[in-house]
């Protein structure tokens, strides 16, 4: 080998080398939901980004802290299993949006604040680069079961007793990025600009959420196709006690990965 041509070999490999950002995504791929690019274009447009087009593997870094009541003696507790459900429940949620969550922090924080004064104290949580889970414990008087700070955001709240279970992955879902189907919308619903800004989830009047064993009860004003997809979204309110929700749409996998790559506090958040 000439000079001149190692030369320009490690020229070529430098150039690679120093230019060559670091990856913020595993190079791993998965299959994901298939969007309808005929019946939804205004949404492909407008969410159209390359973590959804490389079916990349995502997994974030998650800091747990749970929340207890000043005044308890500060006794050793073992989070481990919970850390493990908080995992299990939202590695299920998200598995087909190739959205893996793996607990990295743990701790305990004792706080006069219970899950009802979430805005009060939460700042004093924020973990750079993670997506931060407060764990409440489930007081007599809590106003709601979980709470998200933002639209999309990297801290939420969940009473203990729901960590198991949906509202955790609903909450997670508003931090990145999604909206409750049932956002007020002028239009059919099937538009990136109103309401949950979701284009295969149809309109639906919070009003007519009622449901037995998850199916609907509610005025027939609602087809069964749109029934169908609303009912069982991780994005729907649950009234009932067993679990109705389990699922996401193809849009709103699409929209998630778009907040995902336009965010960097979210991005941040993923190993790299
Ligand atoms: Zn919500």
Redesign the pocket.
């Known amino acids: 080998m000439t000079y001149k041509l190692l030369f320009s070999f490690l020229a070529v490999f430098l150039t690679t080398f120093i230019c060559t950002k670091p990856k913020a995504y595993k190079e791993v791929y998965t299959d994901l939901p298939t969007v309808d690019s005929t019946a939804y274009t205004q949404c492909v447009v407008r969410y159209k980004n390359s973590l959804y087009d490389n079916n990349l593997l995502l997994e974030f870094k998650v800091n747990v802290v749970y929340i207890k009541p000043l005044g308890i003696d500060a006794i050793f507790s073992d989070n481990y299993q919970k850390d493990s459900l908080i995992e299990v429940t939202l590695n299920k949620g998200f598995e087909e949006q190739g959205i893996l969550f793996s607990v990295d922090k743990s701790e305990v924080s004792y706080s006069g604040y219970s899950i009802n004064e979430f805005s009060d104290h939460f700042g004093e949580y924020i973990e750079k680069e993670y997506i931060t889970i407060l764990v409440y414990d489930d007081a007599a008087g809590s106003r709601f079961n979980?709470v998200?700070a933002g639209i999309p955001h990297t801290i939420c709240g969940v009473v203990e007793a729901r960590i198991g279970n949906s509202t955790l992955v609903?909450?997670v879902g508003?931090l990145l990025g999604l909206k409750?189907i049932f956002e007020k919308d002028d239009t059919d619903g099937k538009n990136a600009v109103t309401g949950d800004g979701i284009c295969d989830t149809g309109s639906f009047n919070l009003m007519d959420n009622r449901t037995s064993e998850c199916g609907y009860v509610g005025p027939a004003k609602y087809s069964e196709k749109d029934l169908e997809i609303i009912i069982p979204n991780y994005?729907n309110?649950n009234y009932e006690t067993i679990d109705c929700r389990d699922k996401f749409t193809p849009v709103q996998t699409l929209s998630m990965r778009w907040h995902i790559e336009n965010f960097p506090t979210l991005s941040s958040a993923l190993y790299y």
């Open positions: 979980g998200a609903h909450e508003h409750h994005l309110y």
